[in-house]
């Protein structure tokens, strides 16, 4: 089956830093997701993004399918983008499957 | 709009019981798939409806099941538990009919099984 990737897996920063969190899978998909799992675990959509780019505040997300990965970029970090973040690709609608996720830490 | 909701929140159950867990899709959304979260082996999809048929299953034994009715919610049941069904539960919601468009999470049910 399709395998998901997620680097780094933690992720120590100070307020107001960047990073870029990675995303690679194995084969071809029909789409990718990336969500943020907060402390209560609930999982709120931050892109739908199958290709390009999208930007939403300081949040912006890249998924280059040719080559099979994607970023998402958080800039300006917040103590409150602490979190796991996961992206997730559907394996053209016979299953959506998640990477191992990234456990961000934004300290102030 | 109202989100996507679940029932109950948390629930405590013994080996051997069985359990059922409900979900509201978005209004509007026909596709309803459910996820498993352990520590160990992370989000895994468990299965997929749309307009009350299954149409994808994970890799769960049969003792996992669900179902949805004519107005998209759906329910999964869990029989004979074990004690490593213990896991948070997630349904998602989706506009459907493409199989896993753009979802929607509810805030999942946590499930304790002693």
């Known amino acids: 089956g399709i395998q998901v990737e997620q680097s780094p897996p933690d992720l120590i920063l100070q307020e107001g830093a960047n990073s870029t969190l990675r995303c690679n899978f194995s084969d071809s998909v029909n789409n990718l997701q990336w969500f943020h799992q907060n402390p209560w675990g609930q999982l709120i959509n931050l892109f739908y993004?199958?290709?390009g780019t999208k930007q939403n505040g300081r949040l912006s997300a890249t998924t280059v399918a040719t080559e099979r990965y994607s970023l998402l970029y958080i800039s300006s970090s917040q103590t409150t983008d602490s979190g796991v973040y996961f992206c997730?690709?559907?394996?053209?609608?016979?299953?959506?499957?998640f990477g191992p996720g990234t456990r961000l830490s934004v300290l102030p | 709009k109202a989100g996507v909701t679940q029932t109950p929140r948390y629930l405590i159950k013994t080996r051997g019981q069985q359990v059922t867990l409900s979900c509201s899709p978005i209004s509007g959304h026909r596709s309803v798939s459910w996820y498993q979260q352990t520590p160990g082996q992370g989000l895994q999809f468990l299965f997929e409806y749309f307009s009350e048929t299954q149409r994808n299953k994970g890799n769960f034994p049969g003792r996992f099941s669900g179902r949805q009715f004519s107005n998209s919610r759906s329910e999964m049941n869990v029989s004979t538990l074990e004690l490593g069904d213990s896991a948070l539960y997630l349904c998602?919601?989706?506009?459907?009919?493409?199989?896993?468009?753009?979802?929607?999470f509810g805030p999942g049910t946590r499930l304790t099984v002693t």
């Open positions: 998602a919601s989706s506009r459907g009919p493409e199989g896993f468009s753009e979802q929607y």
């Open positions: 997730a690709v559907d394996n053209y609608g016979q299953n959506f499957v």
């Open positions: 993004i199958p290709s």
